[in-house]
C-alpha cells in the first residue's frame, strides 16, 4: 500500500487577515520593542566624543 494514499490529508490552515505574520507576531513584537528601546538611548558621552574626534581628522584629509 502506499503511504501518501494511506495518509489523510490536512484541510489548509486558514489564515487570519489581521495577522499576517501567523506563529511569528509574537516573536516580531518582542523585537520591535527591544529595538525601539535601544534606538531610544542616548549615545554615551565617550562615544560622542570619539566620533567626534574621527570625523575631524578625517575632514581635513578629505579636502586636500
Given amino acids: 500500500m502506499n503511504e501518501a494514499a494511506a495518509t489523510p490529508k490536512r484541510p489548509p490552515r486558514?489564515?487570519?487577515?489581521?495577522?499576517?505574520?501567523g506563529a511569528?507576531?509574537?516573536?516580531?513584537?518582542?523585537?520591535?520593542?527591544?529595538?525601539s528601546s535601544v534606538v531610544a538611548d542616548e549615545v554615551p558621552d565617550r562615544f560622542a566624543q570619539l566620533l567626534n574626534k574621527l570625523e575631524s581628522a578625517e575632514t581635513p584629509?578629505?579636502?586636500?
Fill in 14 to 21: 486558514k489564515r487570519d487577515n489581521k495577522d499576517p505574520l
Fill in 24 to 35: 511569528n507576531s509574537e516573536i516580531a513584537r518582542k523585537l520591535k520593542q527591544y529595538y
Fill in 61 to 64: 584629509r578629505d579636502k586636500g
